[in-house]
Nanobody, 123 residues
Framework: QVQLAESGGGLVQAGGSLRLSCAAS????????MGWFRQAPGKEREFVAS????????YYADSVKGRFTISRDNVKNTVYLQMNSLKPEDTADYYC????????????????WGQGTQVTVSS
């Protein structure tokens, strides 16, 4: 089992920045690819970003490319999502997830999920 706990969400004005953190516990963190997903009210969950086990490979949704950066610290067992130039359409609950794959994009590849942290971007 891997337990995941997100933090760092909040209310921010458009154009602002937030950094989300996801602390992992349980099994060896570096054995898992990590991803961030989000779900806006009334919409389906969507992929935001993912990072490989070593951190060497990263992938982003087109909607966040150039604005968001995913990173991980395998010593601190934590994955981060730095979000810059935030837009109102980034408003959603953000979830981190862990996959036993080397790297994964599809949500179905992820076995463990956090409880989520809310991000609200005002215009």
């Amino acid at each position: 089992q891997v337990q995941l706990a997100e933090s760092g969400g909040g209310l921010v004005q458009a154009g602002g920045s937030l950094r989300l953190s996801c602390a992992a516990s349980g099994r060896t963190f570096s054995n898992y690819a990590m991803g961030w997903f989000r779900q806006a009210p009334g919409k389906e969950r969507e992929f935001v970003a993912s990072i490989s086990r070593s951190g060497a490979n990263t992938y982003y949704a087109d909607s966040v490319k150039g604005r968001f950066t995913i990173s991980r610290d395998n010593v601190k067992n934590t994955v981060y999502l730095q979000m810059n130039s935030l837009k109102p359409e980034d408003t959603a609950d953000y979830y981190c997830a862990a996959s036993p794959e080397y790297v994964a994009v599809a949500g179905k590849k992820y076995d463990y999920w956090g409880q989520g942290t809310q991000v609200t971007v005002s215009s």
